[in-house]
């Protein structure tokens, strides 16, 4: 099974998704180190809200104007279509 991340973005006040970025190019052991997933999801396929403690990082990586005040950020993880 083949699987895609996205950071989702999601508008605070309607909770509509806005945009999204795939950020397959990141090593998953970054985003495990970064996300740090609970044992039970070892392969990260919950959801995870970006937050404030992960933004000086996924700045570095991803070319995303972060606004945690106007925006909702999401780790999303998806069955690819093969």
Request: charged share 30%.
């Amino acid at each position: 099974m083949e699987i895609t991340r996205l950071i989702s973005v999601y508008d605070k006040q309607t909770q509509e998704l806005l945009k999204e970025y795939n950020i397959d190019f990141i090593k998953f052991d970054t985003l495990k180190k970064m996300f740090n997933p609970p044992d039970d999801d070892p392969l990260m396929y919950n959801f995870y809200w970006v937050e404030e403690s992960q933004l000086e990082e996924m700045k570095q990586l991803v070319d995303v104007n972060f606004d945690l005040t106007k925006y909702i950020y999401q780790l999303e993880c998806f069955q690819a279509n093969t």
